[in-house]
């Protein structure tokens, strides 16, 4: 599975979007790009995947650039509660939570 | 909530001793995996079960070993264990290899190994 480069950490406002970027330059064609968070003292909670095309759910929306080879996570309205480890997860399979390599993530903070 | 427990939440063993942590996945999932998060690290894969067969590894060694239930819950064994055991274990629940994406992981088991 390919790598993935995130920022160490971020911070945000409290009602401002929060744009969490993610490098993966040498995602191959047929892998996902997927992201969990983890609030601490809990586990990771999964946000949100896609493949090619833009995604958005009632969490969060994924932006993938064309040449898939970065994406950014965006939440549209942060609020403390969204303060966590947000990790960037690119792979091939569906299935779950199979093999998922975490990295060390981006921190984010909302500041009130 | 997930409706992913795991037991115990909290756990201190002394080197070489062997130890078994429990995880009950959410109801109706198939599949279970089971994570080892470092301290300041992120959670890294230990193995999957799917229908009580061991179908997907990392780069741990064999004492780590597991089991799956006919009732889909499954168990995480470490023998001998080493200091560097130490560490938060996190188990996930989801739909299997048709399920898609989601997974629900527990609040994990903190062993500390002293």
Redesign the interface.
């Known amino acids: 599975d390919a790598k993935t480069t995130q920022p160490t950490s971020m911070d945000c406002a409290e009602g401002r979007a929060a744009n969490l970027p993610c490098n993966h330059s040498t995602i191959s064609g047929n892998e996902y790009v997927y992201w969990y968070r983890q609030i601490h003292s809990q586990g990771p909670q999964y946000i949100i995947h896609g493949l090619k095309n833009n995604e958005t759910n009632e969490m969060a929306s994924l932006i993938i650039t064309e040449d898939r080879k970065s994406s950014t996570l965006i939440l549209p309205h942060a609020t403390l509660r969204d303060t966590a480890v947000y990790y960037c997860i690119v792979r091939v399979d569906q299935t779950g939570a199979n093999n998922l390599f975490f990295g060390t993530g981006t921190r984010l903070t909302v500041i009130p | 909530e ?1 409706g ?1 427990t795991q037991s115990p939440t909290h756990l201190i063993k002394t080197r070489g001793q062997q130890v078994t942590l429990r995880c009950s996945s959410q109801s109706g999932h198939n ?1 279970v ?1 089971w ?1 080892q998060q470092a301290l300041g ?5 230990i193995f ?1 079960y799917y229908r009580e067969e061991e ?2 590894r ?1 780069n741990f060694p064999p004492r780590f070993s597991g089991l799956q239930f006919p009732n889909y819950s499954s168990e995480l064994n470490v023998n001998a264990l080493e200091l560097d055991d130490s560490a938060l274990y ?1 188990c ?6 048709r ?10 088991t903190r062993l500390t190994v002293v």
């Open positions: 997930t992913v599949t995996s994570y690290q992120g959670p890294q894969f999957q179908n997907g990392g996190l996930a629940s989801s739909l299997g290899v399920g898609g994406a989601e997974a629900f992981f527990g609040q994990g």
